[in-house]
């Protein structure tokens, strides 16, 4: 039976278990919502259209409502002297799946950071996205923290792109 994490527990419980909010991202008026896993195994146990999370009860300050989307992901190795992690990830909702989701990356990573943070530090993020969906993505963050280690300084991203449609708009 598959578990995750509990934030507010610190340990492991069954999918049925409340997940708390880790991190939300703004780009392009999409919210990331961060739900770590505890094997990378357990990222096939997730199905389109059966997630562990009801989105939908997720209540939103007035003025404000959004596409919601999870981004579930599990370390598969880490080297914190050299500050390297290397992450299992997968963006999937009710509708679909997404191989490759360089804005969930960021936002991950910058997430992660904050939480390691140690100073002006660059911490370095491999992503590994859409291999359950044999769509397999390599995405690479780079975060930057600022010398108190409470803020972001910078992040960058990193990878490769298909061109999968092409088109011209007129006004």
């Known amino acids: 039976r598959p578990y995750c994490v509990n934030p507010e527990k610190g340990r ?3 999918w049925e278990a409340p997940l708390k909010v880790l991190w939300e991202s ?3 008026t999409v919210f990331v919502l961060l739900s770590r ?3 990378v195994e357990d990222l096939l146990n997730l199905k ?3 997630l562990p999370i009801d989105h ?6 007035d003025g404000w409502s959004s596409f919601t989307t999870p981004y579930y992901y599990a370390v598969e190795s880490q080297d914190p002297v050299n500050r390297t992690f290397k992450l299992r990830a997968r963006m999937i909702s009710e509708e679909g799946e997404d191989p490759a989701t360089g804005s969930a990356a960021c936002t991950l990573g910058a997430y ?5 943070a140690e100073g002006s530090k660059t911490y370095t993020f491999s992503v590994d ?3 359950e969906m044999s769509r397999h993505s390599n995405i690479g963050v ?9 803020s972001i300084m910078d992040v960058r991203l990193s990878g490769s792109a298909v061109l999968v449609s092409k088109g011209t708009l007129k006004s």
């Open 37 to 39: 896993l505890l094997e």
């Open 112 to 116: 992660l950071a904050l939480q390691i």
């Open 56 to 61: 939908s009860a997720i209540k939103w300050d």
């Open 129 to 131: 996205q859409g291999v």
């Open 12 to 14: 492991k419980e069954p």
């Open 26 to 28: 703004t780009a392009v």
């Open 142 to 150: 780079q975060v930057t923290l600022e010398e108190s280690g409470r």
């Open 48 to 50: 389109v259209g059966s």
